[in-house]
């Protein structure tokens, strides 16, 4: 965020016997401090916490209590909520937890029907679907780890268990009580029990911390599926009772796919003989599929409430069902703990075919949202649609070949780290690496990126003909000055490169679809083959043979190349404040969203920052009867207007809305059109008493807002001055994103925006008392 110069660059005097006026601050992506957005090294904290809060200069403290000193310009204040994302160094963490932050943004891009209800009811149920079957998938690449290539097939084996020390007691070569295999897997369970409590500790922590938040009180919405704008309905940031169901739903979940992995090869083996064993393991697995049911019907039973704050909580289900499902993993432990003689393990652990039916239901759930989609969008068509309306399937598709990806890169390296190197699959002695799918699913990669080459290659060319062609139009934006190539070319080429963001869905929908694609054809691949691609092609001609090789090889390294990555990122970003910044900016904007597919996915910060916004506003015009400008940069200008959404109408007629670098239309209306489409956005417009929205053909993410020519002001000069003026003598900078307070139609609209509220509210203060506050 760039600094906020303080108001008394410019501004319009109210008119007299109006009260006083206020300009409500509020920052972009990355964060930035208080002194920073108000200009002056000398703040106080007026309200708020250590977590989010609003600062003003200390000389502006008593602002209210002399009026006189303000007659020419509004007090500044700033809302500072960086720490809500990008502030604390543990939170970097949560981008391991990536797949689960793009599938929550699926639910949130059907397109904006609002008939037939039972298909928007069913696209809600396949996202959470989708969001379950992924945890169930981060829990599955944990067992796969812990239970088959450790417990099961290397401390199985006396070659690869002498290796190791720290396998210690439960190594086949101590040949002690606990290295029967059923006992080996009860104590390597213990990892995926610890990793489900740990995302149910940050859930429920982040959940008392953000989810919680009452928003401002309003009337309840007589219709949730009325024409009114979601984000003006009482409810919509508050999804605590959602939230905490589906948490107890994952939770489960995750204990359950647990005690799945480790009945399925105790209960495999008690089937090759008679007696109270092999009968305890039926009755396991029965109540396990039973349990499974349940978990399920949960998921899809009940969606968002929004028509009003529901606080209420099911604990009956959000107690029971994670504890009921810890029982029936403890019983299963003990169950795999019953001695049983001459039991030796063999092979792959058994149940590593789920991989590939879980692959599958993602591919059948995927394919189903799309045709949801595209039913939805044939009742309400928005031609600046991302996708035409698929772009939540293709986010979907996104989120499960991350999941894949981190899964196949997990169990490749793990599988090389402990057979020293020996390409998995490939080894003909007792250790045999992870399942054949998910290195089919890493082989495909490769094919992948050759895909994605051209696709490059030609979005360069584009840009670079269009910064070309955009060359007379720069130099006829600056008549009086002399063409000078290089500086003419420079800022033809940034406004072509902020042109990229509007062919993002593109891109994302081609890599979305070759996912797809390469997807079903590596689960085909490994249930035809039932074999790594390398040897399977071990009797195909030379050619095909070497590409299989190469493909698995480099696929391995890929998804190996890929987690580490994440893991040098989030390492890297919990000690480094400034990578915690680039890794908060991804917070920012993929954890706007309410928790509304994955209880596991990064908080949402929105659930806090926007009902603490609507609170200052209404609290602040109730009490001085004055006018306000809330001024919104970037993300902030998202905050800003579902803030306003919030407010009853009284408070509402004595606010306007300034936004900057404003992605409102230009990313969440195109990817978001049931929130942020063309008619939520005119609501906005004609329910706002005036709005102004400041932007640049050079800024890469905000945009206009396309709902009037009295709203979009722009595009801005930039630079503001070609070469060497007087104003400018040194080369003026490109500033894109940034710096929008620098340029002079900054303080001229905000001027303009306060005298628009004086004229429209001669009497201000007599208008508050006699009206009251509306409940909206």
């Not at 009086?480 to 993002?504: K, S």
């Amino acid at each position: 965020m760039s600094r906020a110069t303080p108001a008394a660059q410019a501004g319009a005097a109210p008119a007299e016997g109006a009260g006083p006026a206020l300009e409500l601050l509020v920052h972009g992506v990355g964060g930035t401090t208080p002194q920073a957005m108000l200009g002056d090294p000398r703040t106080v904290r007026v309200t708020g916490d250590d977590t989010a809060a609003i600062h003003r200069c200390a000389e502006d403290v008593d602002a209210e209590a002399h009026p006189e000193r303000y007659r020419g310009r509004p007090v500044p204040e700033a809302y500072v909520w960086c720490n809500l994302t990008s502030g604390n160094s543990a939170r970097a963490l949560w981008l391991l937890l990536l797949p689960f932050m793009v599938i929550n943004l699926a639910h949130w891009m059907r397109p904006p029907a609002r008939q037939p209800l039972g298909a928007i009811r069913l696209y809600g149920v396949l996202v959470r679907l989708l969001a379950l079957s992924l945890t169930v998938l981060l829990v599955a690449a944990a067992c796969e780890v812990a239970l088959d290539l450790t417990a099961w097939q290397c401390a199985g084996a006396v070659d690869c268990s002498r290796s190791w020390y720290w396998f210690g007691f439960t190594s086949v070569a101590h040949h002690g009580w606990w290295s029967q295999p059923g006992r080996r897997l009860a104590v390597a369970a213990l990892v995926p029990t610890a990793l489900v409590a740990l995302l149910w500790y940050l859930s429920n922590r982040t959940w008392s911390a953000y989810e919680s938040q009452r928003p401002l009180d309003a009337a309840p919405a007589d219709d949730p599926q009325s024409s009114q704008p979601a984000f003006s309905r009482p409810g919509f940031w508050y999804g605590r009772r959602l939230v905490a169901r589906l948490r107890a739903a994952h939770t489960a979940a995750g204990f359950l796919t647990t005690a799945a992995a480790v009945t399925l090869a105790t209960a495999r083996h008690d089937r090759t003989h008679t007696g109270a064993a092999a009968t305890l393991g039926l009755l396991l697995e029965a109540a396990l599929v039973l349990a499974g049911g349940v978990v399920v019907w949960v998921v899809c039973r009940r969606g968002r409430t929004e028509s009003h704050p529901d606080g209420r909580l099911d604990k009956a289900l959000t107690s029971w069902l994670p504890l009921s499902s810890l029982t029936l993993l403890a019983l299963a432990l003990g169950y795999a703990c019953w001695g049983r003689a001459g039991w030796a393990s063999a092979g792959t652990l058994p149940g590593g075919h789920a991989f590939g039916a879980l692959a599958f239901a993602q591919g059948t759930l995927v394919v189903a949202l799309a045709a949801v989609a595209r039913r939805l969008r044939r009742g309400a068509p928005e031609e600046r649609a991302a996708l035409r309306g698929l772009g939540g399937p293709a986010v979907a598709m996104l989120a499960c070949a991350l999941g894949g990806v981190m899964t196949g890169g997990v169990a490749q390296r793990v599988a090389d780290w402990v057979d020293h190197g020996a390409t998995p699959g490939m080894n003909r002695s007792a250790y045999h690496g992870p399942p054949p799918l998910l290195t089919w699913q890493a082989s495909v990669i490769p094919a992948l990126v050759v895909l994605l080459v051209p696709v490059v290659v030609f979005f360069a060319v584009r840009t670079w003909r269009t910064a070309r062609a955009d060359e007379p139009r720069v130099m006829a934006d600056y008549p009086t000055e002399q063409p000078d190539t290089v500086r003419t070319r420079t800022i033809a080429a940034a406004r072509a490169m902020a042109g990229l963001t509007d062919h993002a869905p593109l891109f994302l929908g081609i890599v979305a679809g070759a996912s797809l694609l390469l997807g079903a054809a590596a689960l085909a691949g490994a249930w035809w083959t039932s074999e790594v691609p390398a040897r399977a092609a071990d009797a195909a001609p030379d050619p095909l043979a070497f590409g299989a090789d190469a493909a698995q090889s480099l696929g391995s390294w890929f998804t190996g190349f890929g987690f580490l990555l994440f893991v040098t990122w989030g390492r890297r970003a919990y000690k480094d404040a400034a990578a915690r910044r680039t890794v908060g900016i991804l917070w920012d904007v993929g954890t706007f969203w309410p928790r509304a597919a994955h209880p596991f996915a990064p908080p949402c910060y929105a659930e806090r920052a926007v009902p603490d916004l609507a609170w200052r506003m209404n609290t602040w015009t109730e009490q001085t009867g004055g006018r306000l400008v809330i001024s919104g940069h970037s993300q902030g200008s998202v905050l800003a207007a579902a803030a306003v959404w919030q407010l009853p109408a009284a408070t509402r007629r004595r606010v306007a809305l300034l936004t900057y670098g404003c992605p409102v239309e230009r990313l969440y209306g195109r990817w978001f059109p049931g929130y942020f489409g063309p008619a939520p956005l005119e609501a906005l417009h004609r329910e706002v008493r005036c709005w102004r929205n400041l932007w640049r053909a050079t800024d890469p993410i905000g945009g206009p807002v396309r709902t009037g020519d009295d709203v979009d002001k722009g595009p801005l000069l930039d630079p503001v001055a070609y070469g060497r003026t007087r104003e400018h003598p040194l080369p003026a900078p490109i500033l894109g994103h940034s710096d929008y307070q620098a340029d002079p139609a900054f303080a001229r609209e905000r001027a303009l925006l306060l005298a628009e509220l004086a004229q429209a509210l001669p009497n201000q203060r007599t208008d508050q008392s006699s009206s009251g506050r509306s409940s909206g």
